[in-house]
């Protein structure tokens, strides 16, 4: 008979200390275990505002799954479908979507939570998420990009523009984040980019609760969870650092231009980092497992989940019981998530032994975060530690539940290298320079889209809303066409004289091509005919009348366009 097999999905904390605990008994051959996740490594997010500014190199804060979870098996793959009435979960693999079946006797969903893309319009289309690895290098790369593009813009508009930096989202993530970009602007302006002047470097933290750092607010500001010194102390330090702090502010928009604020405000900015919150991936919204009122699988204090059978739950996807606190749940902190991995672990293994399982006990260490410029706050068994102490207490603590040895090491030489060499500031891209690169892009009324003072390199075709071609001649505004959806436009040639506008009329979303790209576009779809979408035709973007509102799409041989 062979041993009973555990399936564990989702990479992260949980499956880690899962297989740590279990190790014993899988090398043994009492126990297998497979952990399914979708790539082969795990991101430490702990280190990530070091990360997207250059104090870290970006493959250190990342461990190989193959050094996490032997002796346990690792399965990278996508979760397609999870089927708990035959134990039998199918996966897929990225390369060509060819399909695996995995069968389990007992199993465990640590699968995490995914970004809030919903919370405002445009935020999946223009903001960057600080949820997964490649989302935060390309917030990183993003980063760079902006002080590249802003040392050779002569507009000073467009240049402060490009030195914004709009944070939404006041929690540990956001105003970590918010310090340390703004900590890097100082240093760069003063070295690498000296004809950049720090002063035209704006950093905003938006935020809709009463302060920031909510965490440790509690809920008003007063019991013995809440540590409002510790809030007041960041507040300051915000302040220091030319960080703009904006609390009960929502953000109620977001374009490629410019962010919308609740309190009627636009900040024109480039750059848009969201760490509004998270919600339950579609994989766990669909299991019929009993839920909390946030969507999190109820667990009790075993991390078995009521009413079925062999299968268990832990992390950020799980409402586990507190320890010592009535109806509270663990709150989703990377410790709690490690704590339960390790208690699961332990009772996975109890169970073969014939054993019951034991509770979960873990009440809680401390929290804190990081608030720029090796400063801190934080509290431990509710002593509350801020500034440099804070700092080196909260980063020692988090070097210590590193999961891997080789990376700590990587880490430290890191640490070591930067204050004698500088931040890392190269832009390490792995996009091939051939790859179709199409954009969705939100619009919201009134705002420019594109125009001819400033050419671009795209062509864009309407999704919905409509769009109002202008013509500037002789300080007058003239109308020449309302663009609707499967309406195209983009830009004229460098040598154009006619100031054409495209205004969004009302709120606009469009998919946006790059301009020499559109003939290999135009082949496939002379050679596919018309594609349609659920409603409507979505027409073949066709050359049109050099005098038109709508832009021509140049041939293979047309002059380049910046």
Known sequence: MSAPHTLVLGGGYVAIYLARASKRAIKAGELRCTVVNRSNSQAFHGFVGEMVTGRVSPSHICSPARRLFPPAQVHVAEIQRIDLGNRVVTTARS???????????QLVLCLGTVDRTEAYPGLAEHAYRLKTYPDCLRLRNHIIEMFELADIERDPEERRRLLTFFIAGGGYAGTEVAGEIADLARLLCKKEYPRLDREECRFVLVHPGPTILPELYGRDGTGPEAHPKLVEFGMRRMSKLGVEVMTETKVAAATPNEVLLSNGERIPTRTIVSAVGTKMPPMVEALDLPKDERGRIITDEFLRVPGHDGIWAGGDC?????????????????????KQGHQLGKNLVRMVEGKGPEAFRFPGLGQGASVGRRSGVGELRGIEVTGFPAWLLWRLLLTYYFPTWDRRLRLMTDWLIWPIVGRDIVELRGVRSDEYDIKHNVFQAGEVVAHEQRTGKYIHVIVDGEVEMLLHKDGSE??????????????????????????????????????????????????TGPLRAESGHFPAIVETDRRSSRVDVPSAASPPTT
């Not at 799980?318 to 490690?338: E, G, N």
């Open 478 to 527: 003239e109308v020449l066409d309302t663009l609707g959806p499967g309406d195209h436009f983009g830009t004229r040639w460098l040598e154009s004289v006619e100031l054409e506008t495209a205004r969004a009329k009302t709120t606009v979303r469009t998919v946006a091509l790059r301009r020499d790209q559109a003939p290999g576009l135009q082949a496939l779809l002379r050679s």
């Open 318 to 338: 799980a409402a586990v019981p507190l320890p010592k606190v009535a109806q509270a749940t663990c709150p989703p902190v990377a410790i709690y998530a490690m």
């Open 95 to 105: 390369i060509d979507g060819t399909r695996a079946t995995l069968d389990y006797d």
